[in-house]
């Protein structure tokens, strides 16, 4: 097991890689209004500038966690924040909107291997009585750079061109990189064969899926391209499970789904990540264009939010502990599901335009539902399979959790724009409603998969049978 200074060492650079991936989920947000104007983009490549990214990320976790296994997790781990870091100087340099989605999708595939690779690195340094404790800090730092993601937006488009929220990347990412070659110590894990058809495969079919979605209110729902696209993303979908099903080493290891405790954590992961996400995206624009606030005044007020997530995350990693894993994640959803009801029966009540005290409790509640989420969901998927399988399950978490915030964004983006044109600020809040209820709607789905599936308390025997390679159907 490593020294203490080693894994304060790993932390260290574990967590700046995690920080600066996390600072551009929602740097990017508040910079969109500017895009934009830059560009003259509509609405779809508004979602394509934040799918873009999360759909590369989404589709190459996996893959990236096999890498880190077979080649070695420091190679890999490096590897994520280089082309990460080559992917924001090259959004920074885009002059089009092709151009910055093609370099967004490059950002998406450096932090498909940093994330889950600096959790696999976290969750292998320490003891299970630690393991928590650390994760809690890991999501921490995540949240951290959630919180400031929308201020630092904020301030930079105040003054400065929308370009500069991805040159501030490329500074962080050069001094991860040599802190990580210093400090960091080789592993491996398990050694598996490389499916680059499953791989294709799964990429294909999940952009036909969202492209279709994403394309159905501007191109008409009866267009070939649409149903086309949607149809040829779930026969692919299809190709790409039953090609799995017929490999003796496949990259997603549909065994595990009958884990009770993996399938419901996958499912609320994903179902949340929706439902957040794609909230998340649309305020950022309902700040902005329904309220009137500045870049930096929308970064502010969104820091009520993202700071209550950086709080909450590691008050988590302490109480489930003491709670239990099931308890937190379920009080944490509740708290989203609250906030997207507040929020929408307030438009309905207040109209678009009022003041920002009375948005703080929702965001209170969303931010804070949020740190009370991630921790429980990453923690209880690496304790409901083996030790030995912890790369695969954390990249198959983030996978399920991105999809959930691409679908998330797709569909509130897709009921959003089912309105008709908007032309003011009540108009905008009509527009959001719906899609707040929708919302909701996925963060109740999130919510019964917890309740329904996970049942029985936590087996102290989870550790022995992971050393022995069984499955568990262990329960939080």
Same mark, same amino acid.
């Given at each position: 097991?490593?020294?203490?200074?080693?894994?304060?060492?790993?932390?260290?650079?574990?967590?700046?890689?995690?920080?600066?991936?996390?600072?551009?989920?929602?740097?990017?947000?508040?910079?969109?209004?500017?895009?934009?104007?830059?560009?003259?983009?509509?609405?779809?490549?508004?979602?394509?500038?934040?799918?873009?990214?999360?759909?590369?990320?989404?589709?190459?976790?996996?893959?990236?966690?096999?890498?880190?296994?077979?080649?070695?997790?420091?190679?890999?781990?490096?590897?994520?924040?280089?082309?990460?870091?080559?992917?924001?100087?090259?959004?920074?340099?885009?002059?089009?909107?092709?151009?910055?989605?093609?370099?967004?999708?490059?950002?998406?595939?450096?932090?498909?291997?940093?994330?889950?690779?600096?959790?696999?690195?976290?969750?292998?340094?320490?003891?299970?009585?630690?393991?928590?404790?650390?994760?809690?800090?890991?999501?921490?730092?995540?949240?951290?750079?959630?919180?400031?993601?929308?201020?630092?937006?904020?301030?930079?488009?105040?003054?400065?061109?929308?370009?500069?929220?991805?040159?501030?990347?490329?500074?962080?990412?050069?001094?991860?990189?040599?802190?990580?070659?210093?400090?960091?110590?080789?592993?491996?894990?398990?050694?598996?064969?490389?499916?680059?058809?499953?791989?294709?495969?799964?990429?294909?079919?999940?952009?036909?899926?969202?492209?279709?979605?994403?394309?159905?209110?501007?191109?008409?729902?009866?267009?070939?391209?649409?149903?086309?696209?949607?149809?040829?993303?779930?026969?692919?979908?299809? #190709?790409?499970?039953?090609?799995?099903?017929?490999?003796?080493?496949?990259?997603?290891?549909?065994?595990?789904?009958?884990?009770?405790?993996?399938?419901?954590?996958?499912?609320?992961?994903?179902?949340?990540?929706?439902?957040?996400?794609?909230?998340?995206?649309?305020?950022?624009?309902?700040?902005?264009?329904?309220?009137?606030?500045?870049?930096?005044?929308?970064?502010?007020?969104?820091?009520?939010?993202?700071?209550?997530?950086?709080?909450?995350?590691?008050?988590?990693?302490?109480?489930?502990?003491?709670?239990?894993?099931?308890?937190?994640?379920?009080?944490?959803?509740?708290?989203?599901?609250?906030?997207?009801?507040?929020? #929408?029966?307030?438009?309905?009540?207040?109209?678009?335009?009022?003041?920002?005290?009375?948005?703080?409790?929702?965001?209170?509640?969303?931010?804070?539902?949020?740190?009370?989420?991630?921790?429980?969901?990453?923690?209880?998927?690496?304790?409901?399979?083996?030790?030995?399988?912890?790369?695969?399950?954390?990249?198959?978490?983030?996978?399920?959790?991105?999809?959930?915030?691409?679908?998330?964004?797709?569909?509130?983006?897709?009921?959003?724009?089912?309105?008709?044109?908007?032309?003011?600020?009540?108009?905008?809040?009509?527009?959001?409603?719906?899609?707040?209820?929708?919302?909701?709607?996925?963060?109740?789905?999130?919510?019964?998969?917890?309740?329904?599936?996970?049942?029985?308390?936590?087996?102290?025997?989870?550790?022995?049978?992971?050393?022995?390679?069984?499955?568990?159907?262990?329960?939080?």
């Amino acid at each position: 097991m490593p020294s203490t200074a080693s894994r304060v060492r790993l932390l260290v650079i574990t967590c700046i890689a995690l920080f600066m991936a996390m600072l551009d989920n929602l740097v990017i947000g508040v910079a969109l209004p500017s895009i934009q104007q830059d560009f003259h983009a509509g609405m779809s490549d508004l979602q394509w500038f934040l799918n873009a990214y999360t759909l590369a990320f989404a589709v190459l976790l996996i893959p990236f966690s096999a890498l880190g296994d077979r080649f070695g997790r420091k190679k890999i781990f490096l590897l994520g924040i280089v082309l990460f870091t080559i992917g924001s100087l090259a959004s920074a340099l885009s002059s089009s909107s092709i151009e910055l989605s093609l370099s967004r999708a490059l950002q998406g595939i450096g932090s498909a291997a940093i994330i889950p690779l600096s959790l696999t690195l976290v969750n292998a340094a320490f003891p299970p009585e630690k393991r928590a404790a650390a994760i809690g800090l890991w999501s921490g730092i995540s949240g951290l750079g959630l919180s400031i993601g929308p201020l630092v937006g904020g301030i930079i488009i105040n003054g400065a061109p929308w370009e500069m929220v991805f040159w501030i990347n490329v500074p962080i990412g050069i001094v991860a990189v040599i802190l990580g070659a210093m400090w960091l110590t080789e592993s491996k894990g398990e050694r598996k064969p490389l499916d680059l058809l499953g791989i294709v495969l799964l990429g294909a079919s999940l952009f036909g899926i969202v492209f279709g979605l994403m394309r159905g209110n501007s191109e008409g729902w009866d267009s070939f391209t649409v149903w086309g696209s949607m149809a040829g993303g779930v026969i692919l979908l299809l #190709a790409f499970y039953y090609w799995e099903r017929s490999r003796k080493q496949p990259f997603v290891q549909f065994a595990y789904f009958r884990n009770r405790n993996y399938s419901a954590y996958l499912s609320a992961g994903f179902w949340m990540n929706a439902g957040i996400f794609g909230a998340i995206f649309l305020l950022t624009l309902f700040l902005q264009q329904a309220q009137g606030y500045s870049a930096l005044g929308a970064g502010v007020r969104e820091m009520v939010w993202t700071v209550c997530t950086m709080i909450c995350a590691p008050l988590a990693g302490l109480l489930v502990g003491r709670y239990g894993t099931k308890q937190i994640l379920l009080f944490g959803l509740f708290l989203q599901i609250a906030a997207m009801l507040y929020f #929408a029966f307030m438009i309905i009540g207040q109209g678009a335009v009022f003041p920002f005290g009375y948005m703080v409790p929702a965001m209170i509640a969303a931010g804070a539902g949020m740190g009370f989420s991630f921790t429980p969901l990453s923690h209880g998927i690496l304790t409901s399979v083996p030790d030995h399988a912890a790369g695969e399950a954390s990249g198959l978490s983030n996978a399920s959790r991105e999809l959930g915030g691409v679908f998330g964004v797709a569909i509130s983006g897709l009921v959003f724009e089912s309105g008709g044109a908007i032309t003011s600020p009540d108009a905008f809040g009509d527009h959001l409603v719906p899609a707040l209820f929708v919302l909701a709607g996925m963060l109740v789905m999130g919510f019964g998969s917890v309740a329904i599936l996970i049942r029985r308390k936590h087996s102290q025997a989870m550790n022995d049978s992971s050393s022995a390679g069984t499955l568990m159907d262990t329960n939080n």
